[in-house]
């Protein structure tokens, strides 16, 4: 029988899938993990299957038919979260584009690569309030990524956070911040028939999520079965989990 939530990337579970699993464990969410290189399995997704997360989990692992498969259970009430990366959306390897999950998404892939690495900062900026952002401080504190795959909000959906990325000089002993462009989606929620769709388009491990990986006001100290210790911020924490509960929430 599969459990609540089938967590598909993130290369494995001793590596950068320490990090969502280990907030998972921490706040007793049960799940199946999928590594980046197994093929994909549509028994892990059964009657009992909450969401499916899928983060650096390339396209190419699914099956002829099994990403419609996907698409039919969000439709009829399971979740969908897709977290950011070079396997996610279109980026280096992602692919999702032309499938039945790029019209789930409540997000507009691009054609090419949609990666933009950010070596100068790119604050995270709230447009809206949402349960998934409740009770964090984003605009007192506004946390820094490192990355995100760039994509255009579907008509419908509901853009939370945005990306907003900086050109920052210095002249003397003060430091100049420019906007270097318009702000990206970086959370954006919707639905698909009666299953909800999330979609953040940073990521959840380094390098990309940066600063975030450490926004809080304590320490969270947490290790799932098999995966390595992390150490994270609490607001970074509560942040992914909300964002899981919202999703599996239809």
Avoid at 202 to 207: E, F, G, K
């Amino acid at each position: 029988m599969s459990k609540q939530i089938l967590y598909a990337g993130d290369t494995a579970l001793k590596e950068a899938a320490s990090y969502l699993a280990g907030i998972m464990h921490h706040y007793g969410i049960q799940f199946d993990y999928l590594a980046s290189d197994r093929k994909f399995d549509l028994s892990l997704i059964g009657d009992g299957c909450r969401a499916l997360i899928l983060s650096d989990y390339p396209a190419a692992n699914f099956q002829p038919g099994q990403l419609e498969a996907v698409a039919a259970k969000v439709d009829a009430g399971m979740g969908l979260l897709m977290i950011g990366g070079w396997e996610s959306y279109t980026g280096m390897g992602g692919d999702y584009g032309r499938t039945a999950i790029g019209d789930v998404l409540p997000v507009a892939l691009q054609e090419r690569d949609d990666r933009i690495n950010c070596p100068q900062p790119c604050l995270v900026e709230r447009n809206a309030s949402h349960l998934i952002i409740s009770g964090l401080p984003f605009d007192e504190a506004s946390p820094t990524i490192g990355g995100y795959n760039r994509v255009a909000k579907k008509a419908g959906g509901q853009e939370i956070l945005s990306a907003r990325r900086f050109e920052v000089s210095r002249k003397g002993r003060e430091f100049l911040f420019f906007p270097a462009q318009e702000a990206d989606p970086l959370l954006v929620t919707g639905s698909f028939g009666k299953g909800r769709v999330t979609a953040f388009t940073s990521d959840a491990a380094p390098h990309w999520v940066g600063g975030l990986v450490d926004w809080g006001d304590a320490r969270v100290t947490a290790c799932a079965a098999e995966a390595n210790p992390v150490e994270i911020g609490n607001w970074y924490a509560r942040l992914f989990y909300q964002m899981i509960h919202w999703t599996c929430a239809a």
